[in-house]
Structures are given as C-alpha cells and as structure tokens.
Antibody, heavy 119, light 108 residues
Framework: EVQLVQSGAEVKKSGESLRISCQAS????????LGWVRQKPGKGPEWMGF????????RHSPSLQGQVTLSADKSINTVYLQWSSLKASDTAIYYC????????????WGQGSQVTVSS | SYELTQPPSVSVSPGQTARITCSAD??????AHWYQQKPGQAPVVIIY???ERPSGVPERFSGSSSGTVVTLTISGVQAEDEADYYC???????????FGGGTKLTVL
C-alpha cells in the first residue's frame, strides 16, 4: 500500500527557517516524482514543485522559484521542503503527493502539514 | 502561463446529475485531471487524463472533453459527494502544473 506520511504541524515566526518532511512507503521510492502542493486557508491547491528522488532533479513553479528548496534522502525514502526565511504569507497546509507514472498529476497524497507563521 | 476556470459553486438535489466544467485554451493540447477534496482531508484523484477513472472511484463519476472545456459529471449525486472539486492540468515535462480555482458542490 502506497503511503506518504508527513511531519507534524509547525508554528514559527517570520524570518525563521523550517524543513518539513514526507516519508514514502509501499513502492519503489526512486521511480516516481514527488511533488509539493500548497493550500492556503480557504483557497485551492497550488503546485510548488517536483523532485525526482533518483537523481534529485527538480521542477519549480516559476512563481515560487528561489523561495523554497526541495531535497530528497534516498536512504530513508524521504523528501523535504525547506524555507530559509519564513513569511506570514507562507501560512498554509503543505501536501506532498506522488506524480502518477502515466500523467503529470497526483495519484497519492500525504495527509498534509500545517505551517503557521506569525509576524 | 494560463488559468483553469471553474464555476465557484454548483448545487443539485440528491439523485440528480451534477456537471462541473473547467475551461482553458490549453486543454485541447493537455490532459485534465479532477480531484475531490472534503473538509480537513487531502485531495483525491477521481478522474485522470480527461476521462479515465481510477479503480475504487464510483462509476457515477465520469469525465469528458470537448475543445477547450472538460467536464466532470456526477450521475445520481449522493450526499457524500458534497465536496470541493478541482481540475488540474500540466505540460508534458512537469514544468507548469496548474489547478483550477475549485467548485464547491452542494447537495441540497
């Protein structure tokens, strides 16, 4: 059974750094792209980027390029989303989701990680 | 860059048919996928590549495509179908992935 298990809720202050994680199981980790999707309160999902764990190739949303870092650790089947300096506007639920083998969409999703940033 | 346009809301009575559209000029060239999201839960794919239904998704969910518009149809709507629905499309290299603004389906 494919599972994506994300790290827990975080409460941070503006300017702080943060790394959240998503651990995959139930499939060959290096064979599938994993994506990050942001959902701000009351809004729809917004794609942030993809990472291919086999070689850490990444794709970034042009609107978010440079604001976050995507990384992967093949030894523990885990991908990460990292900020060096959070802003209040980063408050959202962040989902990791597996890219389907046959289309650029998402066939499995993690449970989401709530990130709250206070100013 | 492009936008996927969905109606903000659709309301139907139980047993009726609900149709949710998603439009963009890019859609004749790219597939669209549909996700259902219930409050407090992650999205779940219910239609992919315009018309394909993943295993486990009820047959009352179907997708169609005509030109610049893709449509999610829910036949015989049930109370449990009340949710937000999002279309999504992407280019062939995963460098541009776009979600629609979402449609809230209300079952009266």
């Amino acid at each position: 059974e494919v599972q994506l298990v994300q790290s827990g809720a975080e409460v941070k202050k503006s300017g702080e750094s943060l790394r959240i994680s998503c651990q995959a199981s139930g499939y060959t980790f290096t064979r599938y792209w994993l994506g990050w999707v942001r959902q701000k309160p009351g809004k729809g999902p917004e794609w942030m980027g993809f990472i291919y764990p086999r070689d850490s190739d990444t794709r970034h949303s042009p609107s978010l390029q440079g604001q976050v870092t995507l990384s992967a650790d093949k030894s523990i089947n885990t991908v990460y989303l990292q900020w060096s300096s959070l802003k209040a506007s980063d408050t959202a639920i962040y989902y990791c989701a597996r890219r389907s083998e046959s289309y650029w969409g998402f066939d499995y999703w993690g449970q989401g990680s709530q990130v709250t940033v206070s100013s | 860059s492009y936008e996927l346009t969905q109606p903000p809301s659709v309301s139907v009575s139980p047993g009726q048919t609900a149709r949710i559209t998603c439009s963009a000029d890019i859609l004749p060239k790219q597939y669209a996928h549909w996700y259902q999201q219930k409050p407090g839960q992650a999205p779940v794919v219910i239609i992919y590549k315009d018309t394909e239904r993943p295993s486990g998704v009820p047959e009352r969910f179907s997708g169609s495509s005509s030109g610049t518009v893709v449509t999610l149809t829910i036949s015989g709507v049930q109370a449990e179908d009340e949710a937000d629905y999002y279309c999504q499309s992407a280019d062939n290299s995963g460098t541009e992935v776009v979600f629609g603004g979402g449609t809230k389906l209300t079952v009266l």
